[in-house]
């Protein structure tokens, strides 16, 4: 008793030191405003007399005093660009991007921890309970490593860019100063709590430490959550500045600089981004363990995780396309010649490979789902629809990435009679895609519905009814979806933009209320027998890899859009880009310099797979036999 | 189910018969035509139905005791793809769209065909057959493709590699972003904020509700409100305003974009790309009448580094029209197409 009590006080000592952690950096934080102020004003005073100079915020339009220097005007030389014998721009983007892939991998995975070691608390089954908690420790173990090789990214990105880009990064930091230290701090925050929560691990597995354990996991999110939204702050300071008037000068106000236009847009998407990514490697991760397996149970056990691991990805990749939508749309309303850029002009060619990364998903993602209706005795009855599904899924995604702007040679462009085709180029504008795009989501939908059900009968009395209510219900939001889309064409574009509010709350209604129908259809349902885990077709586990694979490629393929639409700005309209490197890419180019990005954080994230199975080399064979079952069981794993 | 199914074999094989037809030009592709407007639409349309008639022609051979092996189906339907995109559908489309809808298609008969390992197995059995060569016939054709595959691979690379005279491809973009703001006649626009003066009410405000109301029912070619006619003398304001625009594109821009406006003017195909067809939901439809503004002011010339390779010979109008006139025109050119300028709010 009195040891439980100790464990308790220590693991609320714990718990408190974590929300100390958390708090550390606002406390820390709490007079850098007032010194950022004043320090800067003092300097006006010197300068000008006792005259305080004003300046207008170039996005909220206010008022503020001037107390930062204007952006520099820098000039191509050693001053402000050196340079090794190479590209600068090119070994930034790549050192970016790796500390954004690993970033990303290690800010999703705690988010799964959360979520799966709150499924193994609140399950009743104790030997999925135990599975789920391992799970989650396994995906810990993972990032712990991957956590390290951020830091690292993390520092050779900033050395990077003072070494190529002093004058920007200087002024970046002026702009930033008063919360650099504050990402600093959160960074300590963030590995304080990782370790209590890792090394904790085993001391807090049950009962009401437990508890207290998960909430770690919740302030871990929390911390994580932050510290990213602070490092976004950077590049929305980048794409639509404020807080600054047109000379570049900061005027005082933080809050201005971190909240852009495009900020909070960001913020979701990224969140829902990591997500997706972070469900795709883990994926990619359980895919190879299952293809390396040499036992029954460790395909079992790998085939649960890759399962588990793609359910949520995919969860937060379905809303995804919403938020890029609305980011999108909040690029257009800030300025029209960036969204023009984007999906009309210059980098419209990459949004159509975007729109083909996106299709790959949700093909994977089906494609998963019937290969493991294939380990489930009693799915066989949907077999024979699949092929409709494809139908519908090739439909919407040949109208998705069907370009308005054609690739052709001048011969093809006059046999074709105009720069647009009257057929196709019809599919090559917003409102069809909008319909296309909907009409994946909502069969990626049924198929999960499928899945779902695939070895279930339902014994409600009123099966029937919902059998037809449900068939009669996607039926509907198919034409209601395909309507809208044709509809878009005869309405004026705001509204044609509205549109897609209703599209999309087609979609999503075929998500929440199909999945709520479905699962009170198949409470008590009789089954037509188990899941056989392991059991699953090979070709399923690449489509896993292929998941993944396309996740990393298609988020460095967006980080390069998002970045290159700022054209010849280091910052949008404040400071100019003045190195010879200020031109923007040639397609080819960048799809290889992404392929190779994507190359490179695959090979090191075998390394760290590798590393992490070293250490479970070490496990004692009890330790691992010890998981009752064996072969996990359906049960309530989805 | 049978009687569906069996209306679904006629359908099959009407339409095979039909694209067998247009592949070896005894039909006219124009046989069945694509209807202007529905286009889009009937393609697809026209596609599900062949995918419903497929089915119930593999069905009805199943019934009568001759399945049709799924490899050939799988080959079968992808080779179909191809030729109706090839020979079905016109103007003809540029191989570069034709390759990634084959791939796509590529891709989703693999799906299709091993979406479970009965399928997959059926699929396979012919491909392992001819690996494993325990026949004659299988021996026979395993030699064969050992000396055809590197050929037809060489004969690929071959032709990849010869030099061609072709012209190159072009990636052109047909939309460059505008600059923020414009400079016509001394006085500078920001195209973000800008507004046509003459798209006004009976008040004089500007008021695109009432103008949207007022305008030629798109693709229909009639009036949405029978009295609003510009032609009418006896008609102001907005509509006065159209029918003054019209005057100015029916002496200015009709030779190249076309009394439809369709950019099928009498000088038209004398260019390549044609002048812009404004009927297309991807042109005036997707842009501000600031951006319309900006490309009819400066024309050709003036595009930007982005709109290479500059492939347009519009005269900078700036230099012949007033603004006044080329605001009016652009009106028109709404008016008449029945399409609305993009906004913002």
């Known amino acids: 008793m009195g040891l439980l009590t100790g464990k308790r006080v220590f693991s609320i000592m714990a718990l408190c030191m974590m929300v100390g952690l958390l708090l550390l950096p606002i406390v820390v934080a709490l007079p850098s405003p007032a010194i950022g102020e004043e320090a800067p004003a003092g300097d006006a005073v010197k300068k000008d007399g006792d005259k305080v100079e004003k300046g ?583 | 189910m049978k009687a569906l199914m069996s209306l679904g074999a006629l359908i099959g094989v009407a339409g095979l018969v039909l694209l067998g037809g247009m592949i070896f030009d005894v039909i006219p592709s124009t046989t069945v035509r694509l209807v202007e407007g529905y286009m889009p639409m009937q393609m697809l349309f026209e596609f599900a139905c062949f995918v419903a008639g497929f089915a119930g022609l593999s069905y009805m051979m199943s019934a009568v005791g001759m399945p049709f092996p799924r490899f050939w189906q799988g080959i079968g339907f992808w080779a179909f793809v191809l030729l109706y995109l090839k020979y079905r559908v016109y103007p003809p489309i540029p191989f570069s769209v034709r390759a990634m809808y084959g791939t796509v298609t590529l891709v989703a008969v693999f799906m299709w065909i091993s979406a479970n390992e009965e399928d997959w197995k059926k699929f396979k059995q012919p491909i392992m057959n001819v690996l494993d060569a325990q026949t004659g016939m299988n021996k026979l054709l395993r030699y064969a493709y050992l000396v055809l595959l590197p050929i037809l691979i060489g004969g690929f690379s071959y032709n990849a590699m010869k030099p061609k005279s072709e012209e190159p491809i072009e990636l052109r973009t047909v939309h460059p972003a505008p600059p923020a703001s414009t400079k016509v006649h001394g006085k500078t626009y920001t195209l973000q904020t800008s507004q046509n003066p003459y798209r006004v009410n009976p008040e004089g405000k500007y008021d695109q509700e009432f103008s949207n109301a007022n305008i030629v029912e798109q693709g229909m070619g009639r009036l949405m409100k029978p009295n609003a006619n510009p032609w009418d003398d006896k008609n102001t304001g907005y509509l006065k305003y159209v029918r003054e625009g019209g005057e100015i594109f029916f002496q200015n821009c009709h030779f190249c974009h076309g009394d439809n406006l369709n950019g099928r003017g009498l000088h038209a195909f004398a260019f390549n790309p044609i002048p812009a067809n404004f009927t297309d939901p991807g042109t005036i439809a997707q842009l501000q009448e600031t951006f319309i503004f900006w490309r009819v002011s400066k024309g050709g010339i003036g595009l930007p580094n982005e709109g290479f390779p500059w492939a347009s010979v519009m005269p900078p109008w700036e230099q012949h029209l007033t603004v006044d006139e080329i605001w009016k025109v652009i009106l028109f050119e709404y008016w008449h197409t029945g399409y609305y300028p993009r906004t913002w709010d």
């Open chain 1, 56 to 638: 207008r915020d170039v996005y909220y339009k206010t008022e503020g005093i001037v107390v930062g220097a204007p952006a520099p005007k820098t000039t191509d030389g050693p001053k402000d660009y050196p340079r090794y014998n190479f590209e600068s721009r090119v070994l930034l983007w790549f050192a970016n991007q790796q500390h954004l892939y690993y970033g990303s991998f290690v800010l999703a995975v705690p988010i799964f921890c959360m979520i799966i070691e709150f499924m193994g608390v609140v399950t009743k089954d104790k030997a999925l309970a135990k599975r789920y908690d391992q799970l989650a420790y396994d995906f810990i173990k993972i990032s712990l490593t991957a956590y390290s090789l951020t830091a690292i990214l993390g520092g050779i990105l900033i050395f990077t860019f003072l070494t190529l880009y002093p004058a920007f990064f200087g002024y970046l930091s002026s702009i930033f100063r008063p919360v650099m230290h504050i990402y600093a701090l959160m960074f300590v925050a963030e590995s304080g709590t990782l370790y209590i929560y890792y090394y904790g691990w085993d001391k807090m597995k049950e009962g009401f430490l437990k508890w207290i354990h998960l909430s770690m996991s919740v302030i871990l999110n929390i911390i994580g959550t932050l510290l990213m939204f602070l490092a976004n702050s950077w590049i929305g300071f980048m794409m639509s500045p404020a807080g600054v008037d047109e000379q570049g000068r900061y005027l005082g106000n933080i809050w201005h600089v971190i909240h852009t236009a495009l900020w909070n847009p960001l913020n979701l998407h990224r969140i829902l981004g990591n997500m997706a990514f972070g469900g795709g490697v883990v994926a990619a991760y359980a895919a190879y363990k299952f293809l390396a397996a040499k036992t029954d149970e460790d395909r079992a056990h790998y085939d649960w995780m890759g399962y588990i691991a793609m359910a949520l990805g995919v969860s937060f990749l379905i809303p995804l396309p919403f938020a890029g939508y609305w980011l999108m749309r909040e690029v257009y309303a800030y300025r029209q010649q960036m969204g023009i850029t984007l999906m009309g002009g210059l980098l419209a060619w990459l949004f159509i490979i975007q729109a083909t990364m996106i299709g790959i998903l949700f093909l994977s993602t089906n494609y998963y789902l019937w290969q493991a209706m294939g380990r489930m005795r009693g799915a066989e009855k949907y077999q024979r629809y699949i092929k409709y599904l494809v139908f519908l899924l090739v439909c919407g995604f040949l109208v998705f990435i069907t370009p308005h702007t054609m690739v052709m040679s001048p011969a093809e462009l006059k046999a074709m009679g105009g720069q647009q085709h009257p057929v196709l180029g019809n599919f090559g504008v917003m409102s069809a895609k909008n319909g296309g795009i909907n009409v994946i989501i909502t069969t990626t939908v049924l198929s999960f519905v499928w899945y779902m059900r695939g070895n279930k009968v339902s014994t409600v009395s009123w099966a029937k009814f919902g059998n037809i209510f449900m068939g009669v219900f996607f039926a509907c939001a198919y034409v209601n979806i395909i309507w809208l889309a044709i509809y878009g064409y005869y309405i004026p574009a705001n509204v044609r933009v509205g549109l897609s509010v209703p599209q999309v709350a087609t979609t999503l209604s075929c998500l929440f209320f199909m999945f709520a129908l479905n699962s009170v259809m198949m409470r008590g349902a009789k089954q037509m027998g188990p899941i056989e885990w392991g059991k699953i077709s090979v070709r399923s586990q690449y489509a896993l890899i292929m998941l993944a694979t396309a996740f990393t490629w298609m988020m460095a393929l967006m980080g390069y859009i998002r970045s290159s639409v700022r054209l010849f700005w280091h910052v949008n309209e404040i400071m100019r880009d003045n190195s010879p490197w200020a031109y923007t890419h040639t397609v080819g180019f960048a799809a290889n310099m992404i392929s190779f990005n994507v190359l490179f954080f695959w090979i090191s994230i075998l390394f760290v797979f590798w590393m992490g199975s070293l250490a479970a080399k070490k496990v004692p064979v009890e330790a691992k036999a010890g998981i009752p079952g064996n072969v996990p069981q359906p049960a309530a794993s989805h």
